[in-house]
């Protein structure tokens, strides 16, 4: 094969149509949303928890009460910093203490 035959093959691999490119985004946005509405979730349940003076760990970090002391790891510290530490780790434990274990906070906890 000659030398613009293969120039011609290699950009006919990256050809895409209309179709392809709309169905691509769609899955991307799609599958961003989920992932944004359980952090999102799992934001408002924090929130919840420390505003009645609970304490909440997550798998490598802990929040107690307003400050989340990270340990050190592999994700940047920055990028935790921006985002939050709920885009990165999932919560390992609550606590309650005293008058804040009550039904309404539990209800906002709610593990669905």
Wanted: aromatic fraction near 10%.
């Amino acid at each position: 094969m000659t030398k613009a035959g293969w120039k011609w093959k290699l950009r006919r691999l990256f050809q895409f149509s209309l179709l392809s490119v709309l169905v691509c985004l769609t899955a991307a946005g799609l599958v961003l949303g989920i992932v944004a509405w359980r952090v999102d979730r799992q934001r408002n349940a924090v929130a919840a928890i420390l505003k009645v003076g609970g304490r909440v760990s997550y798998e490598d970090s802990t929040a107690l009460g307003t400050s989340i002391h990270w340990d050190k790891s592999v994700t940047t510290t920055w990028l935790r910093r921006q985002l939050g530490e709920d885009w990165f780790s999932s919560v390992h434990g609550v606590t309650l203490y005293g008058s804040g274990c009550n039904d309404s906070t539990l209800q906002q906890v709610k593990v669905r």
